[in-house]
């Protein structure tokens, strides 16, 4: 078993306010990932659940009982750490059996489990180097070893992968994910990477300054973020924002500022009824725009200048100017364009996200 | 035309001075010249001269003849030289295991977070940046029978009845010295070893404490193992120093009483300066030098033994 529950979490650090009335329900055998940009409070509050950071107020329980008091060897918890921290003075046979040897197992089960670990991780053959003689993917498997050996309840991971080179890390990140399938051991993972936090969580918990932003399975927060910050901080290319103003003309609701004026869709239309004659944001993905001769005559169209032109094989990132907008559409490989030419885009309706302007929350 | 104007250093035919530094060789040799003359002049030449002087028979104002090793043999069986012997090594050894003691439990209570963590660092440095001279005249006055403030503080505190003679008595005499050298040298320890404990990555303690290991497992299985090349090294530096220390000896004790505290050098400086048998002091202070060499190779072998592990 291992389900963790986060009740009103809060981490003060004198006057900062670090980590800010986080509640959480991660279920046993889950696959949770914190993400959001450095500072954001998503290791301070994995460091708690560790049990290597006091909590200021609230209950952190594993399997039903608190925690809070408990150091971090009785929460019966692995982490593997951003640095590795593999014991240097150590063989990997010896960082890998450290944590059996202090719980007081036995040589037999140490060297079953830790040669198993060994295997799993395909490291059998560097048992007996220390670690400054492995390469960083080494180490990472090493660190993971000495996580498994122990068969905690609780996995924690702490911006694992971030010292690997990107193809290393992308390698690693489906061993994880492997990992994980395998032994089904609930696991809480931190990165500011959304890409690993989309492909590996069950379920994303997007935090900004300390404030749990949207906890959702990855399609959720990308199809419907809940406030423009999750909005723009999953998906790549970033979300593109444009503030319009709502009017009505005709029956049908106009959102129009500077360079831009479109037919709102009858779904955001009928979401924005209370907001005519005010500002709200618009956003859209670059992937829902299309170039708009091929696209469906009812969809809602603006023209664009084209200001530069990324050829990345399996799509065409243009970067464009919309009035006082810069925008980016992923498009086509097979769309011919150059740079200043002016292009009529057209947006699929049901991908259009409105945010109100002051909360920026989702509308 | 602009070409003209270009300016194209041309350099001259270098001359002989020139072309010679060019030479790595020569260059080498020239840039060392200077530390060589100061070493040679303030430590070969010495040393040579100490070697050459104890083999004579030579006093102050008399340069003397060659006598063979009869310094030595003389020394070999004078029973003064046998007790600073015995000295130096119980000095040496005792302190240093209490400097390092104290000094790696100061340097570990340093390496945590409190208020006033920047000032304490500094303050700790005190007894090792007054010069000495100074504070063991303080520490003489300290164990002095009459004016003694720790006679005084016993007396109240009733653990004592009468006077401690603390520099009269051999033992409370060498015991004395023993806790001013102590006292000296901690704060070296302490430095050194909390400057080696931050090199350690606080993740690394962390980790044993996932992994289940309690504070003094922690200690013992990971701090301890990768501070020891720091600790060897501090660890040498002092056993040099202590075992050739002079002045805190000097000031509280003379050697006396009744030569019982004579450490190697005190009791060469009495010898040759103080008694103007100059032949025979070298001798006593070169019999020193065997007994460094072979601790500075032990422990140079042994640092870097831990340094390969």
New interface residues.
């Given amino acids: 078993m291992g389900q963790v529950v986060l009740k009103g979490i809060n981490k003060f650090y004198d006057s900062v306010h670090a980590v800010k009335d986080v509640n959480l329900q991660i279920r046993d055998k889950e696959f949770v990932v914190f993400v959001g940009p450095s500072g954001c409070g998503k290791t301070t509050t994995l460091r708690m659940i560790?049990?290597?950071e006091a909590i200021s107020s609230g209950d952190i329980s594993i399997d039903g009982s608190v925690v809070n008091g408990l150091?971090?060897?009785d929460r019966d918890?692995?982490?593997v750490?951003?640095?590795y921290?593999l014991?240097?003075?150590m063989s990997v046979y010896d960082n890998m059996a450290?944590?059996l040897k202090?719980?007081k197992f036995t040589r037999p089960e140490i060297d079953r489990r830790v040669r198993d670990a060994a295997d799993i991780l395909g490291i059998g053959e560097l048992l007996k180097r220390k670690p400054r003689q492995l390469s960083g993917g080494q180490r990472q498997r090493v660190a993971l070893g000495?996580a498994i050996v122990?068969h905690p309840r609780v996995f924690l991971f702490d911006e694992p992968l971030s010292n690997l080179d990107a193809k290393l890390r992308v390698q690693m990140r489906v061993e994880l994910k492997k990992l994980h399938l395998r032994l089904g051991t609930t696991a809480i993972y931190v990165t500011h990477d959304q890409v690993e936090a989309m492909t590996l969580g069950d379920r994303v918990v997007v935090m900004k300054d300390g404030v749990v932003q949207q906890v959702g399975e990855p399609l959720e927060l990308y199809n419907r973020p809940a406030n423009k910050f999750v909005a723009g901080f999953i998906g790549s290319p970033t979300m593109n924002f444009a503030t319009v103003t709502v009017t009505e003309a005709n029956g049908s609701l106009i959102a129009e500022n500077a360079g831009l004026r479109i037919r709102l869709p009858d779904g955001t239309a009928r979401r924005l009824r209370g907001h005519i004659g005010h500002k709200v944001t618009l956003g859209v993905r670059p992937e829902d725009l299309t170039v708009a001769g091929a696209a469906d005559p009812d969809h809602p169209c603006f023209d664009a200048v084209i200001e530069v032109v990324e050829q990345l094989g399996s799509e065409i990132l243009l970067d464009m100017k919309v009035g006082q907008d810069v925008m980016v559409a992923s498009v086509e490989p097979t769309v011919r364009v150059n740079v200043r030419d002016k292009l009529r885009l057209a947006m699929r309706p049901s991908s259009l996200h409105v945010f109100d302007v002051k909360t920026e929350e989702a509308i | 035309m602009v070409v003209a104007e270009t300016q194209v250093y041309m350099p001259q035919a270098p001359r002989t001075r020139q072309r010679l530094l060019e030479d790595e060789r020569w260059l080498a040799f020239v840039l060392l010249v200077p530390t060589m003359v100061l070493l040679g002049m303030f430590i070969a030449y010495p040393f040579v001269r100490g070697i050459l002087l104890s083999v004579t028979n030579s006093r102050v104002g008399v340069p003397g003849d060659f006598v063979g090793l009869a310094n030595y043999y003389k020394i070999w069986n004078d029973g003064i030289f046998h007790t600073s012997v015995y000295n130096t090594f119980l000095y040496t050894g005792v302190t240093t295991v209490f400097k390092l003691a104290l000094g790696l439990w100061l340097a570990l209570l340093l390496n945590r977070n409190f208020r006033g963590k920047a000032f304490t660092r500094a303050f700790i440095l005190l007894p090792f940046i007054i010069p000495t001279v100074l504070s063991t005249f303080a520490w003489k006055w300290m164990f002095d029978p009459t004016f003694s403030v720790l006679n005084w503080l016993f007396y109240h505190l009733n653990l004592i009845s009468g006077r401690i003679n603390w520099l009269g008595d051999p033992d409370l005499a060498m015991i004395s010295i023993i806790v001013v050298n102590v006292w000296r040298g901690v704060p070296f320890f302490a430095i050194s070893l909390l400057a080696g404990l931050q090199t350690i990555?606080p993740?690394?303690n962390?980790?044993?404490?996932?992994?289940?290991?309690?504070p003094r497992?922690r200690f013992w299985?990971?701090t301890w193992?990768?501070l020891l090349p720091v600790t060897m090294v501090v660890v040498l530096f002092s056993i040099i120093q202590t075992f050739a220390d002079f002045q805190i000896v000097y000031v509280m004790t003379g050697g006396g009483p009744a030569n019982a505290t004579h450490l190697f050098a005190t009791y060469a400086y009495q010898i040759g300066v103080g008694t103007g048998l100059l032949s025979e002091g070298a001798a006593i202070s070169l019999a020193m030098f065997p007994i460094l060499f072979l601790v500075v190779i032990v422990q140079l072998l042994y640092i870097r033994r831990v340094e390969v592990?």
């Fill in positions: 560790a049990g290597l150091a971090p060897m918890i692995a982490m750490f951003q640095n921290a014991y240097p003075h450290f944590g202090m719980r000495r122990r | 990555s993740e690394l962390e980790a044993a404490a996932i992994d289940g290991a309690k497992q299985y990971i193992p990768l592990r």
